[in-house]
């Protein structure tokens, strides 16, 4: 009980200080001297009904979490470039199951840089987390990501060149287990682009990347080749897109591991049926480094969806919906079963957004989750009920 008591005086302290700052500063932030720079404080608190924490099959524990965000941006324009640096944490306290309980932290920057007639774009994210890093997961872990690139647009005229490179490293921090999991990524992107009408380019891109563990005896690497055409633009008056399409070789050093050889895609759609009403789609085929016993990689092809409608200026409602197969390719022992794992992974949520004004928003969504399997042990049902109240001081 004496914990309960220390959560909610958290929780309230952190939901006063955001009432009275928003309304002593109104979401603007504060200038840095005479300078274009400002500094924006900004804070959210987060309830949430979790009916099952460890996602079992069975006997699922139920629990209710807060969650304490403070963060602090900063944004810096000048001459014509643009520098972005945030930092927030995330204090999650359980009310009955403390060994869940985590402080995780974010730190991301971003420059845009105008040089001549090329547009830089550098960035890095770093993430200190003890979470469940995807769709494969059902334990959390500790983990600290950190991804970090630079990309370069030149367009003259019809045609544009864009250049990338991205350095994604991502260590474990659990159990010594873990350890022959962490890795590095090395990717390589090119692609052409050739403005074909006024709001539509055509594509080509091509993209190679080197995947490198630190135990290469226990995990293998691999460098996989990507090839991709596809258009970006305006399909029709409501409709935007970015279609990518093609084939990707991926292909593992240790011979006993199967290669991905073959197609993928890549598409994200917005269609506005009205200023009220918005359906947005993406699609995804491709390949995911795994965790799972003696696999290297999973399959993975999802959709999912989100329907916006405004019913006024300041409330939203929303709708969301999810679909992915993860597909194994080596065969694994689950009990007395033999054989090659494969997952479908449904969700589907409902909520509402309320703008209360241009610094403060309330957040209430409802989710369904659903992990079936051909192994009865990785299977699992979840619900959640989600209140958030977000500040801008």
Known sequence: ???????????????????FNTTLYAGEGFKIGNTEAKVIPWGKITLQYDDNVFLEENDEKDDFIIVLTPGITLEWP????RLKLDYHADYTQYIDYSSQDATNHYVSGEMDVKWRDVDFLIYDKFTHAYYRPSTEDTDRIKVDDNRAGIKAVFQADRLGVHLGYENFTRDYKSEDIYDAYDRTEHIYSFMLTHKTSPKTDLLFEYDFAQVRYDNDTARSDSDYHQFLVGA???????????????????????????????????????????????????????????????????????????????????????LT????????????????????????????????????????????????????????????D????????KAEF
């Open 1 to 19: 009980m004496k914990r309960m008591y220390q959560i909610f005086i958290l929780a309230g302290f952190l939901a006063a200080s955001l009432f």
């Open 78 to 81: 000048f001459s014509d470039s």
């Open 232 to 318: 970006i633009g305006e399909v029709t008056q409501k409709t935007t897109a970015t279609l990518k399409t093609g084939y990707m070789f991926r292909d593992y050093e240790n011979d006993v591991e199967p290669d991905f050889d073959s197609g993928v895609l890549y598409a994200d759609i917005v269609h506005k049926f009205s200023d009220k009403n918005a359906l947005k789609m993406s699609f995804e085929r491709t390949a995911y480094e795994s965790l799972y016993g003696v696999n290297n990689f999973y399959k993975v092809e999802n959709v999912s969806a989100t329907f916006d409608h405004y019913f006024t200026r300041k409330l939203m409602g929303f």
């Open 321 to 380: 919906a999810r679909h992915q197969i993860n597909s194994y390719p080596r065969e694994t022992t689950e009990g007395a079963e033999t054989k090659k794992r494969k997952d479908k992974y449904i969700s589907m949520g409902a909520g509402f957004e309320y703008y209360l004004n241009k610094w403060m928003t309330f957040t209430l969504r409802a989710d369904h989750i659903t992990r079936g399997s051909n192994f009865d042990v990785f299977e699992y």
């Open 382 to 389: 979840q619900n959640r009920v989600t209140f958030t109240a």
